[in-house]
């Protein structure tokens, strides 16, 4: 057990979050696949499998199943792990097609080994024999062919679906999904701004392209260490990382652990930007907690959108580690609502913020 959890610690934050979305698209389309099997077995003339299997018999429909799962963590992998770092290069259109085609390869060998272990398993028929007429069926009768148009117009939607979760995080894609803040919302929350340190300077050694390597791969090892704590991403602004959670205390935690992972990741990955960049990044955090408005915004391009005093008071406090030489800075109400240890913060005593009628209590967080 102890070996597992080395093991599983050891793996990168980033592949750990693909890992459960490979999961949980595998057991969502294996569930959409049995429903979906269910409805054609009952309709007159739609099933092109109703005359080559019997899926009366519940052995059947486990290896279904069984097969369409493991198929289906194939599925899933082909779409949010690239088999080249160029594939990010290439234009949507292309990465779509291509991503297409191994699908559709992902799909034949699907229904070759549910086939061919069905013929050989329950109708006890020998290998060989079994090949030759999955090839006459899948080749020389209408059987595959009835089954493509499905399959593109399911992969073609199965790719835009991913792409929205790429986009917003499986988190907010549900609640846009669902319409949870088609009309606001005020919810409490732990706001955190997170910016490169630096950016300047680093900008003016660079030059504008590798400069914006630099920022797209600094974004990418953070923004995986905060999804791995359940970090709502709220926008990217140039350097800047802004990412909230509904406010309970298993969040706090959460927020402190995102920050922690943030930083380790940071260091895991310094030879990779010392090596291509010769720079090693370092960045500041602002954290506070209190209410925001959260609601769907614009209408040809829609967006969730966050509102309030918190936004800002957290934006002045991460403006403020520049100004008082932190890097990490938090609110009164953060320290309220962690258990640290003395050692852990200290007060940076009454601070007048930008913007801001009163002074607030500030604390630089030693971790």
């Given at each position: ?17 693909r890992?459960?979305?490979?999961l ?26 109703r ?29 949010f ?10 234009p ?6 291509l991503?297409t ?6 799909a ?18 020998a ?10 069926n ?5 059987w ?28 907010i894609f ?26 300047t300077?680093?900008?003016?050694k660079?030059?504008?392209v ?6 797209r ?14 970090g ?6 140039g ?19 995102a920050?922690i992972?943030?930083r ?11 090596r291509y ?18 609601g769907e ?21 991460r403006?403020?580690?520049?100004e008082?030489n ?20 200290e ?7 930008k ?13």
């Amino acid at each position: 057990m102890r070996s597992t959890k080395l093991i599983w610690r050891q793996i990168p934050v980033a592949t750990k979050y693909r890992y459960k979305i490979v999961l949980l698209i595998a057991l969502g389309w294996t569930l959409i696949d049995l429903l979906y099997l269910f409805i054609r077995l009952r309709l007159p003339g739609i099933s092109p499998d109703r005359d080559l299997f019997n899926y009366s018999n519940f052995s059947v429909v486990l290896l279904r199943i069984v097969v369409v799962f493991l198929i289906s963590a194939g599925f899933a992998s082909v779409l949010f792990f690239q088999a080249h770092g160029k594939t990010l290069e290439l234009p949507l259109g292309i990465n779509f097609l291509l991503k297409t085609g191994l699908l559709l390869l992902l799909a034949f060998l699907m229904n070759f080994f549910i086939y061919f272990i069905y013929s050989v398993v329950f109708l006890d028929r020998a290998p060989l024999r079994s090949l030759n007429n999955f090839a006459y069926n899948a080749f020389h009768s209408t059987w595959m062919i009835k089954k493509i148009p499905g399959w593109l117009l399911t992969f073609s939607l199965l790719q835009v679906i991913v792409e929205m979760i790429k986009k917003y995080s499986p988190e907010i894609f549900f609640d846009v999904l669902s319409g949870k803040y088609r009309h606001p919302k005020v919810e409490k929350r732990i706001v955190m701004f997170i910016d490169l340190k630096d950016s300047t300077p680093i900008a003016e050694k660079l030059g504008h392209v590798d400069y914006f390597r630099f920022i797209r791969k600094f974004i990418e090892v953070v923004s995986t260490a905060l999804i791995q704590y359940r970090g709502r991403i709220y926008q990217y602004v140039g350097d800047e990382i802004v990412v909230s959670w509904i406010y309970n205390p298993k969040n706090a935690k959460n927020c402190m652990d995102a920050l922690i992972e943030t930083r380790k990741q940071i260091q895991q990955g310094g030879e990779g930007f010392r090596r291509y960049f010769n720079i090693i990044p370092e960045f500041r955090v602002g954290i506070h907690i209190g209410e925001v408005t959260v609601g769907e915004i614009g209408t040809l391009k829609k967006d969730i959108a966050m509102s309030g005093d918190t936004m800002n008071t957290t934006a002045r406090i991460r403006s403020a580690c520049s100004e008082l030489n932190q890097k990490f800075i938090v609110s009164k109400d953060v320290i309220d609502s962690l258990d640290l240890k003395d050692w852990q913060s200290e007060s940076l005593g009454i601070i007048d913020l930008k913007g801001k009628k009163d002074g607030i209590e500030l604390f630089a967080l030693k971790i």
